[in-house]
């Protein structure tokens, strides 16, 4: 297959974690003789400082003409502590989003046996942990009207939907569901906002179309608490845009760190993937950040495209590294290995993943990792 992917290395760590999915994507390339075709741009703080804007139109083009869009991070310190900004750099990816349509955001919720220890909840509660939050992106109070009185002291973000917004990542989310275990939980505040009682009729009279998959609804505070007590009771998860950030984000809480997350955004023409963490501007340049989220998310983009096998085989490398405890110090403390060993090792694993090879480990990260 030959695909020409958008790399967007962005701010922060961003262009270093995604050095190590690129690392991988030149490993399958190898191992399955597939031909990927990969053009920088820009997006971002680093936009704003090239561009004036955060969103050049070079770079819309750019992802416009490709097949896919590896996205790195967004964000930096200068602009975290200026909140009266009026420009920002997340506004670059918000933009995007809206630009080329990609509604729905995926973010899988998996806890990696060999790592259940660093969970802050219980073995018994997270084992088997394994869900799919479906967030709707290009909607709700984040692109809402905004308005702010003329003295300062009023301020108000409008949540709208329409039904066409809402069912289109319904249906998303209902296929992937009845591909799995056949559950859907839809998440909202029904009992106060007008529409969440949108989204539970919408969402109700699309069920009757899979009659197979089991519909339940919550409101967010009792999801979230949920999540918590009992995670391993979720399968695929439905929402609106800002609950759907919030429970991203506790969701990462139960494997322990973010550095393990990956995410898809999708539409109709075009798609996105991107690790769930942020720019951690503090570690740029350090050789610390962990590029696994970023690597996984390289794994849904093959499995996207149909590249199953692909897809299982930079899976399995990424298991390999965290079995070997071939990981960076956010999950062992102890670790000598930094973004860029860890990216060498699994990129290594894709192209020769026999479990029987033991490895001379002090030489990966040195671009000589030899079997013994």
């Given amino acids: 297959m030959n695909l020409k992917i958008a790399v967007l290395g962005g701010d922060g760590v961003g262009p270093e974690v995604l050095a190590q999915s690129l690392k991988c994507l030149r490993a399958v390339e190898e191992t399955f003789h597939h031909h990927f075709t990969f053009t920088e741009g820009d997006i971002g703080a680093v936009a704003m400082e090239k561009y004036g804007k955060p ?216 798609a996105m993937f991107e690790p769930f963490h942020g720019s951690y501007p503090q570690a740029e340049g350090k050789n610390i950040a962990n590029p696994i989220a970023s690597i996984l998310s390289t794994a849904m983009m093959l499995s996207h495209f149909g590249l199953h096998e692909e897809s299982s085989a930079v899976v399995t490398a990424v298991d390999k590294s965290m079995r070997k405890q071939i990981v960076t110090q956010d999950l062992n403390p102890d670790s000598k290995y930094g973004t860029n060993e860890v990216g060498d090792f699994i990129a290594a694993n894709i192209i020769d993943s026999d479990e029987n090879y033991n490895y001379n480990y002090e030489n990966i990260g040195l671009g000589r990792s030899t079997i013994i």
């Fill in 55 to 270: 969103l050049p139109e070079v770079t819309t083009e750019l992802c416009r003409a490709s097949d896919s869009i590896l996205f790195g991070t967004i964000g930096t310190l200068k602009y975290d502590a200026n909140p009266s900004a009026k420009v920002r750099p997340e506004q670059g990816l918000l933009q995007l989003r809206r630009e080329l349509e990609l509604f729905a955001n995926i973010r899988p919720v998996k806890v990696f046996p060999t790592l259940v220890n660093k969970s802050p909840l219980k073995k018994h509660v997270i084992f088997g942990t394994d869900f799919i939050i479906y967030r709707e992106l290009t909607g709700g109070i984040y692109f809402g009207e905004k308005k702010l009185s003329k003295d300062g002291t009023i301020a108000s973000d409008l949540c709208e939907y329409s039904e066409k917004e809402i069912s289109r990542i319904a249906h998303f989310a209902f296929k992937s569901a009845k591909n799995r275990r056949k559950k859907l939980t839809l998440i909202d505040k029904a009992n106060v906002l007008e529409t969440s009682r949108l989204w539970r009729k919408v969402v109700t009279k699309i069920g009757e179309s899979y009659p197979e998959v089991a519909l339940e609804f919550l409101f967010v505070d009792n999801a979230a608490m949920q999540m918590m007590l009992h995670p391993n009771q979720f399968d695929v998860i439905l929402t609106e845009n800002m609950f759907g950030d919030i429970l991203s984000d506790q969701g990462s809480a139960i494997c322990g760190t973010k550095g393990l997350l990956p995410s898809a955004s999708i539409g109709n023409d075009f």
